[in-house]
């Protein structure tokens, strides 16, 4: 799916992340942690393709990322659904327009992909607010939005930005669940987060590998989480 080896990322004259080496298997369950500015969405940024590694090998899909073309990279980020941490939308749009617009990016009939479209709205209970804006949705919709829009392409491999940074425990737990479904269905989740409940409930639900930046570099995490 994805792989760094010997990865490093520098940023301002400085080095951000220094000798990663990860392989992100079909099916895989990954959490992402360690203290902000650590470079844990930096670290998701190489994985799909917004930036390269200064130095070090990324691949994705089998494919050396500096070999892609534009059009390469954006045919593999179609197999890669991101959850960002701002959720950002387009605020004109209803939330249904705004899920579909992947569809429309790559040049998909949405019409044709209407019955999709609904039921992953129901999947992430959004049915009843299909058609409002998003400036009229709460915290965890917009991020049940975001996530519904991140794997409205099906992807392959889901990265999700600190998804539960904004929302209550129990809105957290919720969209645990659909991370953990998406996982049961074959597809390859990592998480950046500074939650640690997060991760113990993910634990009894799934087998998930935690993994810590700390100075520059990638460990597993300590097995006391």
């Given amino acids: ?3 760094l080896q010997n990865v490093a990322y520098s ?11 990860l392989k992100l298997a079909p099916g895989s369950f990954h959490f992402l942690t360690g203290p902000s500015g650590a470079g844990k ?3 998701l940024k190489l994985c799909y393709m917004e930036l390269m590694a ?3 090998l990324v691949q994705a899909f089998g494919r ?10 954006a045919r593999n980020r179609q197999r890669i659904g991101v959850v960002h941490q701002d959720c950002q939308f387009l605020d004109h749009l209803s939330i249904s327009a705004n899920v579909a617009l992947p569809l429309m990016v790559a040049g998909r009939d949405v019409s044709h992909e209407a019955e999709n479209l609904n039921d ?7 049915t009843h607010r299909a058609d409002a804006l998003p400036d009229e949705l709460s915290g965890g919709e917009r991020q049940r939005a ?4 991140a794997v409205i392409m099906s992807p392959d491999v889901v990265l999700a930005d600190e998804p539960t940074g904004n929302v209550d425990w129990e809105m957290s737990k919720r969209l645990l669940t659909l991370l953990v479904e ?4 074959g597809k390859t989740i990592m998480i950046a987060t500074h939650d640690l409940n997060l991760i113990r409930a993910a634990k009894s639900q799934v087998n998930a590998r935690v993994l810590r930046i700390s100075n520059q570099r990638l460990q597993l995490a300590g097995s006391d989480l």
Avoid at 11 to 21: K, N, Q
């Fill in 64 to 73: 050396d990322t500096r070999a892609m073309d534009r059009s390469e990279i």
């Fill in 146 to 149: 975001a996530l519904a829009r």
């Fill in 182 to 185: 998406l996982n049961k269905m």
């Fill in 11 to 21: 940023y301002g004259g400085g080095e951000l992340l220094s000798d990663i080496s």
């Fill in 54 to 56: 200064s130095s070090g």
């Fill in 120 to 126: 992953l709205l129901s999947w992430v209970g959004l």
């Fill in 1 to 3: 799916m994805i792989e």
């Fill in 41 to 43: 969405t930096t670290f």
